[in-house]
C-alpha cells in the first residue's frame, strides 16, 4: 500500500487541536497519519515549534503532510518548525489556508483514499467555501 498524506493540526489549544484530531480520525479511519500540536508544554495556551516539528515528522509517511493551522502565530511557529526539519522533510510539507475544522476533516478524507498531497491540500483549503446553510 501507498503511502497515505499526514496531517497535523495546529492550535493554541492543545484541547482543539485534539478534538480536531478525533473527530478528523472518525471520519477517515485509523490508519492516516493524524497528529494534534496544540498548546505548549507548560499546558498553557499558545504555539510550540518543537511539537509541531515532532509531529509533522510523525505524521510523515512519505507522501507529505498538510498542516492546518488556527491563527497567525501558529503560523510563524509552524514556519519555525519546517526551518528547523530542513530541506528533506520540509519539502514535503504543506501549509493550508483552510479552516482549522472543516479543513482537517475534509483533508483527512481526501488523505484515507489515497489523493496527493496537492489534492489534499486544495480540499483543506476548499472547506471554507464549504457551505453550512443551506439558502
Known sequence: MEPLVGIVVVSHSA??????VELARQMAGDDLRIEAAGGTADGSLGTDA???MAAIVAADGGAGVVVLMDLGSAV?????????LGDGVAARVRLSRG???????????????????????????????????PE
Open 15 to 20: 484541547q482543539i487541536a485534539a478534538g480536531t
Open 50 to 52: 518543537a511539537a509541531i
Open 76 to 84: 510563524l511557529a509552524t514556519q519555525t518548525a519546517l526551518e528547523l
Open 99 to 133: 479552516p482549522l475544522v472543516e479543513g482537517a476533516v475534509v483533508a483527512a478524507v481526501q488523505a484515507s483514499v489515497g489523493d496527493d498531497l496537492a489534492a489534499v491540500l486544495a480540499a483543506a483549503e476548499e472547506a471554507a467555501s464549504l457551505p453550512k446553510i
